[in-house]
């Protein structure tokens, strides 16, 4: 009889905790319909491809993302806008696409972010999207260069090595690797290591004497 007894009070307590658990996973956890919509999101998301020559649909997200904040002035949105926009640009090939990244690119470069500005100088260096101008690629890279940019400083010291858009100048060319090659950047220190032997004793350290200040 005893037995009997305590055997439906375990029942009991077992069944009320069952219920329990079963209320609070109801509670905290999202509804099925929010389940529905994220999976039905995520797919869509996922399948997404390029629509009639137009942007993807992750694409559009990421434009629409970073429009509103790129017209408030945010150079770094500005940047991010427009690698978005040139990489839709090589998927769909419309060519409104490059011309509004350009725009966005130009503005960050302009408010002195320098890796827009790097970026900048690549375009006109290459002739991607813009006319090819190296003289405009110097100034871009300077730009970049003076603000500490190691990949701006790298270029820089290349062009002016080659003589791309400004005098050869094998003792400036020097400073700008030298620079480039102390923050890690591996192509500085071979370019500056074909320098080396360019340069007379005094020369070099008249470079090395202008890197340190």
């Not at 990421?62 to 017209?71: D, G």
């Not at 006319?131 to 890279?141: C, G, K, M, N, R």
């Amino acid at each position: 009889r005893f037995y009997a007894r305590d055997r439906g009070s375990i029942a009991l307590a077992l069944a009320s905790a069952f219920s329990l658990v079963a209320f609070v996973s109801y509670v905290f956890s999202p509804r099925d319909d929010e389940f529905r919509y994220e999976t039905a999101s995520d797919q869509a998301a996922s399948a997404a491809a390029v629509e009639n020559g137009g942007t993807s649909y992750l694409g559009r997200l990421q434009i629409e993302r970073l429009s509103s904040a790129a017209e408030e002035g945010d150079a770094n949105a500005q940047m991010k806008l427009a690698l978005v926009l040139t990489e839709e640009f090589e998927t769909s090939g419309d060519s409104s696409l490059q011309r509004s990244a350009d725009k966005w690119l130009k503005l960050a470069a302009a408010q002195g972010l320098p890796d827009a500005q790097k970026h900048l100088g690549d375009r006109f260096r290459t002739g991607n999207g813009v006319v090819q101008d190296f003289s405009q690629a110097v100034d871009w890279y300077q730009q970049a260069a003076d603000q500490g940019l190691p990949s701006a400083m790298y270029s820089l010291g290349e062009m002016i090595r080659t003589g791309q858009g400004v005098e050869q100048n094998y003792v400036d060319a020097y400073v700008w690797l030298n620079l480039a090659a102390a923050r890690g950047d591996k192509r500085a220190q071979d370019s500056r290591g074909q320098i080396v032997s360019l340069l007379s004793t005094s020369q070099l350290n008249d470079a090395q004497r202008r890197a340190r200040k």
